[in-house]
Structures are given as C-alpha cells and as structure tokens.
Nanobody, 120 residues
C-alpha cells in the first residue's frame, strides 16, 4: 500500500497563491490516478482536481481557470497550484492516489489532510 505525504497548506489572503505538493511512496507497482479533494466544515469531501498517469486532468468547476494540477511521474508527486484564492476555498485538502499493486488489484490511499485558510 502506498503512503501519501502532503504539505503546503496555510493561511493566505484572498487573491493570493498557494501550492500543495503530495508525494506517494510505498509498495506498489505503479501509481495510476492522483487527486486532491477538499472538505469544508459541514460539507462532504469533494474532488478538486485529478490527474492520470498520462497527465490527463479533470477539474471541479470551482477550480477551473484558477487551479492547476501537475504531476512528476518520475517521483510520483503531484502539485496543486492554486491561484486567485477565495475565502470559499477554505477547507482541509486531502491528497488521494490509486495504485496498481499487481494483477487486477488496486489500492486507494488518502493523505492526512492539510488546512488551507483564505482570509478576506
């Protein structure tokens, strides 16, 4: 199973940028999809952006045009670049990965979460 280590959260003023790295490590043959989700108090966890091994990306409507998810395949890391942040982006952000562990078996993992707070 893979382990995910997140970093980069913090407090930022509205309109500012923030970058969230996430690194995967552990026992797996290949990391397929990686993604960032977020969960605000009282809300369900929601997808922010995802990226496949071939670097195809998918974004939530709220992230389109402001957030960019990229991947360093050589090191199994992803980077969520968040620009033009808004107070409504305030949430705990979680990194997610799906890894191929052999045959037809896959493993899903979550990071511990990192708090992002955007002040108005």
């Amino acid at each position: 199973q893979e382990q995910l280590v997140e970093s980069g959260g913090g407090l930022v003023q509205a309109g500012g940028p923030l970058r969230l790295p996430c690194a995967a490590s552990g026992s797996f043959l290949q990391i397929n999809t990686m993604a960032w989700y977020r969960q605000a108090p009282g809300n369900q966890r929601q997808l922010v952006a995802s990226i496949t091994r071939g670097s195809s990306t998918n974004y939530a409507d709220s992230a389109k045009g402001r957030f960019t998810l990229s991947r360093d395949g050589a090191s199994d890391m992803v980077f969520l670049q968040m620009d033009s942040l808004k107070p409504e982006d305030t949430a705990v952000y979680y990194c997610y990965s799906r890894a191929w562990i052999g045959g037809d078996r896959f493993s899903d993992s979550w990071g511990q979460g990192t708090q992002v707070t955007v002040s108005s």
